[in-house]
Nanobody, 116 residues
Framework: QVQLVESGGGLVQPGGSLRLSCAAS????????TAWYRQAPGNQREWVAT???????NYADSVKGRFTISRDNAKNTVYLQMNSLSSEDTAVYYC??????????WGQGTQVTVSS
């Protein structure tokens, strides 16, 4: 079992920045990779970014160049640095890990609202 706790969401003005955190606990040794997803009202949940245990990263085209996913292994935490935010980034952001034996675990989500 893996438990995830997201934090760092909030209200930010257009053009601003936020850093989300995803802290993992439990069977963290079984985690293969960690991803961020988001879901805006009325929309399906969409993938945002992934980081593997080896540190390889991948991003959705909509956030490439603005968002950065990173990890701090000592803290068992994955971050999502979000810059140049716009109203289109408003959503609930979820952290997901894939852990052996190839099971998904989701966090509770953190709200990000971009508004003036």
């Amino acid at each position: 079992q893996v438990q995830l706790v997201e934090s760092g969401g909030g209200l930010v003005q257009p053009g601003g920045s936020l850093r989300l955190s995803c802290a993992a606990s439990g069977s963290i040794f079984s985690i293969k990779h960690t991803a961020w997803y988001r879901q805006a009202p009325g929309n399906q949940r969409e993938w945002v970014a992934t980081i593997t245990n080896g540190g390889m990263t991948n991003y959705a085209d909509s956030v490439k160049g603005r968002f950065t996913i990173s990890r701090d292994n000592a803290k068992n935490t994955v971050y999502l640095q979000m810059n140049s935010l716009s109203s289109e980034d408003t959503a609930v952001y979820y952290c997901k890990v894939v852990a052996l034996p190839w099971r998904d675990y989701w966090g509770q989500g953190t709200q990000v609202t971009v508004s003036s």
